[in-house]
Every structure is written in C-alpha cells, then in structure tokens.
C-alpha cells in the first residue's frame, strides 16, 4: 500500500509561483509513474502532469505547458510540480498519484493511489 502526502499548497496572488511536493511511503517509489491533478470548485479532475519512472519522460496539459514543471527525486521517495505564471485559473486542489501500470498516463483512471490533496489558490 502506498501513501501519498502533498504539501507545498497555499494563497499567491497571480503571476507568483508555487512548488508542491509529495512524499511517499509504503511502497518502491522508483517503480511508479507518478501524475499530479487537481480539481477546481464545480469541475471535474483534471490532468496537469505526469512522470515516468526515471523522470526521462513528461507529459503535460496544454493549461500548463511552458508554466509547471514535474520532477521527481527518487532517493527521496517525492515528486514535484513547480508552478510559475500562476494565474486566478489555477485555483484547485492539487493531488499527485501514482500509477503501477508502468507509463505515464493523463488518465486519472490508472492511477491507483492518491494523496489527499493540496489547496493552491491564485488571486487575482
């Protein structure tokens, strides 16, 4: 069983950055895609990014491509996802995931575990 804690969330006016971060525990780090979502008010979860295992390969919606940047340290069991440019739009709460299935993926529904999430609100 894997945890997934996120922290790193917080109030930033629009155009600051923020950097979330997410430990995990409970199982091989280094063996998971890891993705990271989020879920504004009255909208379902959307993906933002995701990593593969060795940090080789990234993907990212369009909403934040050139902004977020994920990375991952697997000595330290924790990825990462580096806000820039924040704008009003980007207030959600901000959940990272891992994937077993091997590749990472935009699809929430292979990720397996989750974290409880992390409030990033952007003002305007």
């Known amino acids: 069983q894997v945890q997934l804690v996120e922290y790193g969330g917080g109030l930033v006016q629009a155009g600051g950055s923020l950097r979330l971060s997410c430990a995990a525990s409970?199982?091989?780090?280094?063996?998971?895609?890891m993705g990271w979502f989020r879920r504004a008010p009255g909208k379902v979860c959307e993906f933002v990014a995701a990593?593969?295992?060795?940090?080789?390969?990234?993907h990212y919606a369009d909403s934040a491509k050139g902004r977020f940047t994920i990375s991952r340290d697997n000595a330290k069991n924790t990825v990462y996802l580096q806000m820039i440019s924040l704008k009003p739009e980007d207030t959600a709460v901000y959940y990272c995931?891992?994937?077993?299935?091997?590749?990472?993926?935009?699809?929430?529904?292979?990720?397996?575990?989750w974290g409880q999430g992390t409030q990033v609100t952007v003002s305007s």
């Open positions: 995931a891992a994937d077993p299935g091997g590749f990472p993926t935009k699809y929430s529904y292979q990720y397996v575990y």
């Open positions: 990593i593969s295992q060795t940090g080789a390969t990234t």
């Open positions: 409970g199982g091989t780090f280094s063996r998971f895609p």
